[in-house]
Nanobody
Framework: QVQLVESGGGSVQPGGSLRLSCAAS????????MGWYRQAPGKQRELVAA???????NYADSVKGRFIISRDNAKNTVYLQMNSLKPEDTAVYYC?????????WGQGTQVTVSS
């Protein structure tokens, strides 16, 4: 059984920063991909950023240069540093752990960017 516990969401003004964390526990194979997705009201869930266990990263074009994904393999934890936040970043952010073809999801954390 794999569990993902997210933290760090909240409300911030445009231009502000937030840091999301997601800790994974359970039977976790060492080779995996951890990432963050988001879903805004009325929209499909989309990839924000992902990082492999070897450190390779992938970002959505909309967040490149503003968001940084990182991970601590010893703690099975992934982080998302979000800078220069915009109102269009408002969404529920979901942590994702992918092991081979199996996806595990966190419960989601709300991020609201508003003045």
């Amino acid at each position: 059984q794999v569990q993902l516990v997210e933290s760090g969401g909240g409300s911030v003004q445009p231009g502000g920063s937030l840091r999301l964390s997601c800790a994974a526990s359970g039977s976790i194979f060492s080779i995996n991909i951890m990432g963050w997705y988001r879903q805004a009201p009325g929209k499909q869930r989309e990839l924000v950023a992902a990082i492999g266990s070897g450190g390779s990263t992938n970002y959505a074009d909309s967040v490149k240069g503003r968001f940084i994904i990182s991970r601590d393999n010893a703690k099975n934890t992934v982080y998302l540093q979000m800078n220069s936040l915009k109102p269009e970043d408002t969404a529920v952010y979901y942590c994702n752990l992918r092991i081979v073809n199996i996806n595990y999801w966190g419960q989601g954390t709300q991020v609201t960017v508003s003045s």
